[in-house]
């Protein structure tokens, strides 16, 4: 069994195992509040969002599922959250390693990642940090829920840990209805949620920099600088954007206060880069702002973590590519290191095969429904992204419909890392080379 | 004044000439039907679509111009299109020696190629083209016009004329107030109008190629190859798309037979590529056939003739790299020949330029409206890539609105030309570089 030998292969295995797994225990008639067997498509539905913590519903968690079914997405996306996360992370310093090695361009920072990198160890810092972040925030929600919002201390300690683990695993699902719109006021609610988000949505590695690191800028990774740093501007421009394009919006910010206005649209520019809670309503959003949302749901968050999308070291290059054109500059750099020319392809090989994946789904769901354009594109990329978040159309897609949106999320959760991985780990060598001619372009 | 002296930054300047002398003239009280003066937007909006041959209109040429504004109107895209076709070609003629020279890396081909590219010939070469084709075509079109749909001799040699040149220079302007709807039956002015614009918007190297080699392909340059056979698959891929999703619908292919079913679906397949004449109404077609109309339009037609868009070829070299990167080939190469990773930055570059700049436009224009989104990133993408169909919304846009679309008119025509000459005329070299460092991708 080749698959068994190689892990690039066997992960894809594995998730299709947990998903099948979920989907069984989502069938069981317990499964459901009111004890009859959900359709197998909607089993099947629910438990690949869960493992590829994506967040879409086409069923209310809190009225359709029962305790047992709700507890058992929440497992699912726990385990979807670890797997991806150690797999990814894994699979990156495989595939750094391998580069450093063949092409003798390991700095002496990336020497240092790698000495950490040994299997073990990662496996065991991961459980930690999610151990540690997961129960401070449902310490802080309990509480909160239970003081400030009026639930029994037993229903708060149940929205706790379970907002607390879809915030941490960036999974997006909630056990409110209505997620996290009645909270829209409470930044001790909203706070910790998006601070975790942020925090996971990093990537694993650049947590790991972080952790030993701290702040010494001069001493992180290049991949920790160019996250970091891209994150902060993607939230300071989405935040500004939806906060100008919903100002008035009646239906979203409009009736707020100034600091409510800041708060929403804070926690709207952390979502969705992956996280896929919503304290606004997604569906009543102005056009404009739904594209700033295609714009940061494509990108998502950081790699080697939860966070779906392109990655924003993806964009990060892509740009760092077109700037250095612009200049008519060789090589492309950032932070006082130049990209590689096998890095340049691999972003472009991301971006390229995202777009057509979403442009054709959208095409295929267009043709099958009447649905409205923004809508079904707001869907897709957040299938693809493995965001979550909805204007509310998931429900009302057809059969054919559901079953492409799970075909999506799984590529773009599974399919993302697996592919990135078996680009880096190298190009098979010819030993002979086409001479080289250009044609014009552009 | 260095602009005189570097044809890079002249060529902009021309256009902007032009531009103003039509608006001018456009200005006069003659120029308008009833004579009166029209509002300076109008004739600053026509003008402008005009001259870099898009066919976008905030009123309707046949009955809003006078036969001053119209002949005015035909000189400014015969102007605009002669214009685009000379410099991008000796632009391309000049990258391509520059490539050549530095990086040694002409082959036998491509000095063929050179060989050809003085200015000269180059002008009259094209003045050539433009005269025997425009001719033949008017001439089809008139006697056709005359005998099969009851129009006296002037009226058929006017609507030849006009139709023709407007063919030929992809400008997409019509003198019937329904394009070429009247006509969707008549395979004897759709066919010969399609052809032109196939044509033209392979680029003038291509046609150069063709009249020097004819059809024996193992002479023909790598771009001539690669833009006549992206072409026809596009063509083809354009035409079942179309046929298929329009092929039920009531307003559009529905009621047709399947002859004029497939004539339409073909003509609506050459018309995205840049040339913006309808059989259909394009304010009918489903969502999924707008998607379909985004993707053509985008990628628009060959480099250096009157096609908009990123061009076939930068969208070839893009897959290439796609394709190589997935067989984990260290080369992107095609007929026998790889790329050079500068040709490859070209390429992305023109590509994120493109994306970035339609965005941000949508996302304006939907913010400073309530225009449905899928009519406005018609619009845009069309204005961008200068093809001139459009779901109907052109003139509800307010002032502000068309003076986004002017300047993308102008920057999809003649900015992307000059970018991508200057991205070609080659890097600046530093004495120095950065040390290698990659971030993890995707
Ligand atoms: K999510
Ligand atoms: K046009």
């Given at each position: 069994?080749?698959a068994?030998?190689d892990?690039?292969?066997?992960?894809p295995?594995l998730?299709?195992g947990f998903?099948?797994?979920?989907?069984l225990?989502?069938w069981l008639?317990?499964?459901?509040?009111d004890?009859?067997q959900a359709?197998f498509?909607?089993a099947l539905?629910?438990?690949t969002s869960?493992v590829?913590v994506t967040g879409?519903?086409t069923?209310?968690?809190?009225?359709?599922w029962?305790?047992?079914?709700?507890v058992?997405?929440?497992?699912l996306?726990?385990?979807?959250?670890f797997?991806?996360?150690t797999?990814a992370t894994?699979?990156g310093?495989?595939a750094g390693?391998g580069?450093s090695?063949?092409?003798?361009m390991?700095t002496q920072v990336e020497?240092?990642?790698?000495a950490?990198?040994?299997?073990g160890?990662?496996?065991?810092?991961?459980l930690?940090?999610t151990v540690?972040?997961?129960a401070i925030?449902?310490?802080?929600l309990?509480?909160?829920?239970?003081t400030?919002?009026?639930?029994?201390?037993?229903?708060?300690?149940?929205?706790g840990?379970f907002h607390?683990?879809?915030?941490?695993?960036?999974?997006?699902?909630?056990?409110?209805?209505?997620?996290?719109?009645?909270?829209?006021?409470?930044?001790?609610?909203?706070?910790p949620?998006?601070?975790a988000v942020?925090?996971?949505a990093?990537?694993f590695?650049?947590m790991?920099?972080?952790?030993?690191?701290?702040l010494?800028?001069?001493?992180w990774?290049?991949?920790?600088?160019?996250t970091?740093?891209a994150?902060?501007?993607?939230?300071a421009?989405?935040?500004?954007?939806i906060?100008?394009?919903?100002w008035?919006n009646p239906?979203t910010?409009g009736?707020?206060?100034?600091g409510?206005k800041a708060l929403?649209?804070?926690?709207?520019?952390?979502?969705?880069?992956?996280a896929?809670?919503?304290s606004?309503?997604?569906?009543?959003?102005?056009?404009?702002t739904l594209?700033?949302?295609y714009?940061l749901?494509f990108?998502?968050g950081?790699s080697a973590?939860?966070?779906?999308?392109?990655?924003?070291t993806?964009?990060v290059?892509?740009?760092a590519?077109?700037?250095?054109?612009?200049r008519?500059?060789?090589?492309a750099a950032?932070?006082g290191r130049r990209f590689g020319?096998?890095?340049?392809?691999q972003a472009?090989?991301?971006a390229?095969a995202?777009?057509?994946l979403?442009?054709?789904?959208?095409?295929?769901?267009?043709?099958?429904t009447?649905l409205?354009?923004e809508?079904?594109?707001?869907?897709v990329?957040?299938?693809?992204?493995?965001?979550g978040?909805s204007?509310?159309?998931?429900a009302?897609?057809?059969?054919?419909?559901?079953?492409?949106?799970?075909?999506?999320m799984?590529v773009?959760?599974?399919?993302?890392?697996?592919?990135a991985t078996?680009l880096a780990?190298?190009a098979q060598r010819?030993?002979?080379?086409?001479?080289?001619?250009?044609p014009?372009?552009?």
């Amino acid at each position: 069994m080749t698959a068994l030998r190689d892990p690039v292969r066997l992960i894809p295995l594995l998730f299709l195992g947990f998903i099948a797994a979920g989907t069984l225990l989502l069938w069981l008639p317990i499964a459901t509040a009111d004890g009859t067997q959900a359709p197998f498509i909607t089993a099947l539905f629910t438990s690949t969002s869960a493992v590829a913590v994506t967040g879409l519903i086409t069923v209310d968690t809190p009225t359709y599922w029962s305790m047992f079914g709700q507890v058992t997405i929440m497992i699912l996306f726990q385990i979807g959250g670890f797997g991806i996360m150690t797999a990814a992370t894994l699979f990156g310093l495989m595939a750094g390693r391998g580069f450093s090695l063949r092409e003798k361009m390991a700095t002496q920072v990336e020497r240092d990642r790698l000495a950490l990198g040994d299997a073990g160890s990662v496996l065991k810092m991961i459980l930690l940090i999610t151990v540690v972040v997961e129960a401070i925030v449902a310490a802080i929600l309990t509480v909160r829920f239970a003081t400030q919002h009026g639930m029994e201390w037993g229903t708060a300690a149940w929205q706790g840990l379970f907002h607390s683990v879809s915030a941490f695993n960036n999974a997006g699902f909630s056990v409110n209805s209505d997620s996290l719109m009645g909270f829209q006021n409470d930044p001790v609610v909203l706070g910790p949620v998006m601070l975790a988000v942020i925090l996971t949505a990093l990537g694993f590695p650049v947590m790991q920099d972080l952790r030993h690191n701290r702040l010494r800028w001069r001493r992180w990774t290049l991949h920790s600088k160019i996250t970091v740093s891209a994150t902060l501007v993607l939230l300071a421009a989405g935040f500004l954007l939806i906060l100008a394009q919903e100002w008035h919006n009646p239906d979203t910010l409009g009736p707020m206060g100034v600091g409510a206005k800041a708060l929403n649209a804070m926690f709207h520019s952390v979502m969705p880069r992956t996280a896929g809670f919503n304290s606004l309503d997604v569906g009543s959003f102005y056009d404009e702002t739904l594209m700033t949302n295609y714009a940061l749901m494509f990108i998502g968050g950081g790699s080697a973590g939860t966070a779906g999308g392109i990655k924003v070291t993806t964009f990060v290059v892509l740009l760092a590519i077109v700037y250095s054109e612009i200049r008519r500059q060789k090589d492309a750099a950032l932070f006082g290191r130049r990209f590689g020319h096998g890095i340049e392809r691999q972003a472009l090989t991301v971006a390229v095969a995202a777009s057509t994946l979403i442009i054709g789904t959208t095409m295929y769901l267009l043709a099958i429904t009447r649905l409205p354009m923004e809508d079904v594109l707001f869907e897709v990329i957040s299938a693809f992204s493995t965001v979550g978040l909805s204007t509310g159309i998931t429900a009302d897609l057809p059969p054919a419909g559901q079953i492409a949106i799970i075909m999506l999320m799984f590529v773009g959760r599974v399919g993302t890392i697996t592919v990135a991985t078996a680009l880096a780990l190298g190009a098979q060598r010819r030993p002979w080379r086409y001479p080289e001619e250009n044609p014009i372009v552009g």
